[in-house]
């Protein structure tokens, strides 16, 4: 099953709007996996543990097809740490005169964002890689013909150059590419179903994990954060507007292609139909308002790693009212072995997770 990074209520609603790349990629994202290239497919069981071992990343280019790892074009094996984005891409299509072409920067961007989404991982995490074993990062990129849309696929993560009109590039983001990291990871963790409740937690902690990235990103750049999902791949048609806001859902978007943010902000308006999956992006905004407003009590560090500890105690079918037990145990075990309260701000750990989820209605 495809996690797209675009909602397929957001791409029906600029198909509506006369949109036409929007049409193919809707219908891609049901049919992706039968253009994949095939492989020999490693069994779960064969894989070996590497305990200590970094996670390796290739990059590949689709050029412009349907197909996933078409030509290798990027790789950390054997790459020097000093100096990790070669400046000489070998292959990706032919290069523009005097310039890179657009397939070599999405590559590079891509190994770039995905490098850095992996280093965060075992810097602050304390995991190797997406399956925490430093199994093989794989990343496809410059897939489809104005494919407006990236996806985890269940083993790799596949990114469209968009039409350039309402999304562009989605290699460029870091967002976008840790928010499709975290499929992966959840994936391998606590396999959330991606369906109603448990599929809207699933689109939370990748939502979470992409926000955090990107924080630690923009501290690292000396910025605020911003608080916004998917701004950074808006294209000239969309400009302004964002995919989701984790501190005030519902007003990320309000566009004559896009129609109206339908995300809610506490339980009580939480969606109940049947589109997107039962609403797996939409009512994913109750809980990210709640992380926000831990993070902001207690810093992206703290809230983060309760959050992680929340997840590792789920199961596929777990609800909103699962994952604020499982989050506030573990705001409570962390706070039980002082191991984070040597901040005066995380003295109240548990209060603040509770209030927090009160505020939203969970
Ligand atoms: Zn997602």
């Not at 740490?81 to 891409?89: G, H, L, R």
Request: hydrophobic residues 35%; aromatic residues 8%; contains cysteine.
């Amino acid at each position: 099953m495809c996690q797209t990074f675009i909602p397929p209520t957001i791409l029906e609603s600029l198909a509506r709007n006369g949109v036409e790349s929007a049409v193919s990629s809707i219908q891609q994202s049901t049919i992706s996996r039968r253009g994949r290239t095939p492989r020999i497919e490693m069994p779960q069981t064969a894989i070996p543990r590497h305990e200590h071992k970094t996670s390796e990343i290739i990059v590949y280019d689709c050029e412009g097809t349907w197909k996933q790892r078409v030509t290798e074009v990027l790789s950390t094996t054997g790459m020097r740490e000093a100096s990790p984005i070669s400046p000489s891409i070998s292959t990706g299509g032919p290069a523009a005169i005097g310039g890179p072409s657009q397939a070599q920067i999405s590559a590079k961007n891509a190994m770039e964002h995905v490098r850095f989404a992996r280093d965060f991982l075992e810097q602050y995490m304390d995991r190797k890689g997406i399956d925490g074993q430093g199994g093989t990062i794989h990343v496809n990129v410059n897939f489809g013909d104005r494919y407006n849309n990236a996806f985890w696929d269940g083993d790799e993560l596949t990114m469209g150059t968009g039409d350039n009109r309402v999304f562009t590039d989605f290699s460029k983001s870091l967002d976008v590419i840790s928010h499709e990291m975290a499929h992966g990871l959840v994936q391998f963790i606590s396999p959330l179903e991606y369906v109603g409740e448990s599929g809207a937690l699933n689109e939370h902690f990748a939502d979470v994990f992409g926000s955090a990235v990107q924080a630690y990103k923009r501290m690292q750049e000396g910025l605020e954060h911003d608080w916004v999902i998917g701004n950074e791949i808006m294209g000239p048609d969309l400009y302004g507007e964002t995919l989701r806001s984790m501190e005030s859902p519902g007003t990320a978007y309000n566009h004559r292609l896009l129609g109206h943010d339908p995300q809610p902000a506490h339980y009580a308006d939480r969606y109940t139909g049947t589109e997107d999956r039962g609403g797996v992006h939409i009512n994913s905004g109750i809980m990210n308002k709640a992380f926000t407003l831990v993070a902001k009590r207690v810093g992206f560090r703290a809230a983060g790693l309760i959050w992680f500890a929340g997840l590792q105690r789920l199961w596929p079918t777990a609800c909103f009212d699962d994952a604020k037990v499982m989050i506030v145990e573990s705001a409570r075990e962390k706070e039980k072995a002082n191991r984070l309260v040597r901040d005066e701000q995380l003295t109240n750990l548990t209060q603040v997770v509770r209030s927090a989820f009160a505020e939203v209605g969970v």
